[in-house]
T-cell receptor
């Protein structure tokens, strides 16, 4: 099973709302990632969790708040977003974070629209 | 820094045509190389990978060979199908790094 699941599939929220994106994997992977993808662009890394600890924050605004409750789950809490934050948010996981063989498996994404 | 350059397209081919999507890279050390595919409205799927020079990755009729001498990882398929229409991303990951460095993506449209 190489599946990463994400919920919801689509989300529309206002600029004053608080919402959360969820990601889950059951492959025993110890690294999980959040990416943001704008239309016709490649994914951009936002956060990396390794063994449930935040390892990388790519200078992401504080209105995005990641959380890793356990090794299988990754959340992204959203608050006071701007319309330019509208994008496809992709979750990924990998077996580890070092070495050459840890390919990343991506979920289907959450399509976020901020109104 | 580490980077990937790929032809941006769009590439339009007739069904059963031969496909080549060029990808070249710049990296310190010895990166692993990947091709991901993104179908409309979906996330990324790993298509194939190569972890060292002269490795050939293959999957679903697609192939790519890790060429260290030309720093390239070109994607090829002998006979494309309409169902291959998607965006293809070349990516690298250095040994010590967390992140994938993606190219800008190449949009492929295959017509009947």
């Amino acid at each position: 099973d190489t599946e990463v699941t994400q919920t919801p599939k689509h989300l529309v929220m206002g600029m004053t709302n608080k919402k959360s994106l969820k990601c889950e994997q059951h492959m025993g992977h110890r690294a999980m990632y959040w990416y943001k993808q704008k239309a016709k662009k490649p994914p951009e890394l936002m956060f990396v969790y390794s063994y449930e600890k935040l390892s990388i924050n790519e200078s992401v605004p504080s209105r995005f708040s990641p959380e890793c409750p356990n090794s299988s789950l990754l959340n992204l809490h959203l608050h006071a977003l701007q319309p330019e934050d509208s994008a496809l948010y992709l979750c990924a996981s990998s077996q580890g974070t070092s070495g050459v063989t840890y390919e990343q498996y991506f979920g289907p994404g959450t399509r976020l629209t901020v109104t | 820094g580490d980077s990937v350059t790929q032809m941006e397209g769009p590439v339009t081919l007739s069904e059963e045509a031969f496909l080549t999507i060029n990808c070249t890279y710049t990296a310190t050390g010895y990166p692993s190389l990947f091709w991901y595919v993104q179908y409309p409205g979906e996330g990324l799927q790993l298509l194939l990978k190569a972890t060292k020079a002269d490795d050939k990755g293959s999957n679903k009729g697609f192939e790519a060979t890790y060429r260290k001498e030309t720093t390239s990882f070109h994607l090829e398929k002998g006979s494309v199908q309409v169902s291959d229409s998607a965006v293809y991303f070349c990516a690298l990951r250095v040994n010590s790094g967390y992140a994938l460095n993606f190219g800008k993506g190449t949009s492929l449209l295959v017509t009947p």
